[in-house]
């Protein structure tokens, strides 16, 4: 079974909406219509997937079972499980011979990205794939600005480790304006992001 | 919080038995412990990401969760979840540029795999996979015999689409032994198969 995401794409509604609301153009952009980000970056995912553009999916939660029922003449139960810490990203698949590795993460700031989005294992998972030659990336979101930037791999640990000497506790928007790619929201894929991957590849061409 | 697998690493044991047990070469195969071939390829895994060879993890296992509990001073508990079908394979990640990803089946038969080890859901992955020119395979594992293959994605999806026609039940090994890569189980990593990768990249050059 698949989770089925709240239905965002206009031209495809199941909870029989008048046709109207189809052409309301607030209701495209996700953020208006309270979708969270990763729930846009799971359907740009599977967007890429149908049209054969990339195979891009998010990892489940990771979790230790401790119980599971066995009902007579129905599925199993887990009746305790926990959850464990990922020792990766969330998100990573192939893209034209490309292994892709990400996060996905959000903040309503509005001058800066906070560093504690980011855990220590995952900062660690990311310089193990770098030296692997896999493309590393956080797709960053300000929900409040409706801005979405694409930040490679080696630039987030260069900032991750100098906010630590630092002290810092965030990424100023305007060092990510400087040295992030902006991707702008769509209707489909909402989160072009092979966009800016093809741009980050050109660059290190 | 990670899984520890059964120590199956003969020069540390946690267990406290006496270092005569080290020497005790029938330990080393670790179809002779009881221990799994899913365990073997984690901590083969596990062997490559230590020595930055690859990053290549296990995907958890997907959940639905229905209801968690969140009992005062202690761990979020999850009280009902279900079992979904997975979508993609059970390893993917990177080794040197190449994305991987890959299945680990094994069978107690001695003359031929059964297709029943994979699932329709896995075949259709690896084609959208093997299109972005990611490198899939499976491992195949004959318990009683102790062999180990590695069989490309191209090879399994051309077998598994002429059984589908001629309604054969199974891969004979005979044909496994001219079209796979034997791969010799080892102590460390256990099954060494970026050594079959290589091999099989090499016939692609």
Redesign the interface.
């Known amino acids: 079974?698949?989770?089925k995401y709240p239905n965002g794409h206009p031209n495809h509604y199941d909870d029989g909406l008048p046709p109207k609301k189809q052409i309301n153009k607030k209701e495209i952009n996700f953020a208006n219509r309270g979708m969270r980000f990763e729930e846009a970056i799971n359907q740009s995912n599977q967007y890429y997937?149908t049209h054969?553009l990339?195979?891009v999916?998010k990892?489940?939660?990771?979790?230790?079972?401790v119980k599971v029922d066995y009902p007579r003449r129905s599925?199993?139960?887990?009746?305790?499980?926990?959850?464990?810490?990922a020792?990766?990203t969330d998100y990573?698949?192939?893209?034209?011979?490309?292994?892709l590795?990400f996060e996905a993460k959000e903040t309503k700031n509005k001058t800066s990205f906070p560093f504690k989005n980011f855990h220590d294992h995952q900062i660690k998972?990311m310089e193990?794939?770098l030296?692997?030659?896999?493309l590393c990336f956080v797709l960053l979101w300000f929900s409040t600005l409706k801005r979405c930037f694409f930040l490679d791999g080696e630039q987030l640990i260069f900032y991750w480790k100098q906010q630590k000497k630092n002290n810092r506790a965030s990424l100023p928007l305007k060092v990510i304006e400087k040295c992030a790619i902006e991707i702008t929201p769509k209707v489909a894929p909402r989160i072009p992001y092979l966009t800016a991957v093809n741009t980050y590849l050109q660059t290190k061409e």
């Open positions: 079974m698949v989770f997937l054969g990339a195979v999916h990892k489940p939660i990771p979790i230790q079972i599925a199993a139960v887990i009746k305790e499980a926990y959850f464990k810490e020792s990766t990573n698949g192939v893209y034209q011979g490309h292994y590795d998972h193990e794939c030296q692997q030659k896999g």
